[in-house]
């Protein structure tokens, strides 16, 4: 099952060699790695999303991530309300007139937009969720795409999560 895991670390060298050798020595895939700084200096926000197969062996990893000397917070959201975006930049070949309007026509509905056109080429940026991402890859494919680069996910929990134990009241007078 995949599961999407945050950490916010200090922004030392070689912390993310550590946290990918931990993944590596459970041999654990990583499917998608995003880094970036986070709201305070000094602090940097990881997001890993990996294949795990058992929530045992999850829960070991969570542990030893927390052992980790400049791991300041681990959180296994997958299972929480999330916000979740990737960005793709896909170069797509252009062969006559008529392909270049069919992709405007294609990626308008995605909200993808076009940041670069050639004779040869044009290149489309989308960012959503990862099936949304994935979606319109299939959908260009066709035309041949030229250059493909992803970011992988980054993710968030919303401000207000569910309750699971939140007793729902019913009336039948409005």
């Known amino acids: 099952m995949k599961r999407i895991i945050t950490l916010t670390v200090n922004n030392q060298a070689g912390v993310l060699n550590r946290i990918t050798g931990l993944f590596m020595k459970r041999q654990y895939n990583i499917e998608s790695i995003t ?55 896909i170069k797509v070949m252009i062969t006559t007139p008529q392909t270049r309007n069919e992709l405007f026509s294609l990626i308008e509905p995605f909200r993808a937009t076009v940041i670069d056109v050639s004779q040869s080429s044009m290149t489309v940026q989308v960012t959503g969720d990862p099936d949304k991402v994935e979606a319109l890859i299939n959908l260009l494919r066709p035309f041949g795409i030229k250059e493909l680069g992803r970011t992988g996910v980054t993710a968030f929990t919303r401000g207000t999560q569910k309750q699971e134990n939140e007793i729902k009241s019913f009336s039948i007078i409005n």
């Not at 795990?52 to 997958?78: P, R």
């Open 35 to 89: 880094v970036g700084h986070a709201e305070t200096p000094g602090i940097s926000r990881m997001t890993f999303v990996v294949n795990v197969e058992d929530e045992h062996k999850l829960e070991q990893v969570i542990k030893q991530l927390h052992k980790q000397i400049d791991v300041l917070k681990v959180n296994d959201i997958t299972d929480q309300a999330i916000v979740a975006r990737e960005l793709a930049l």
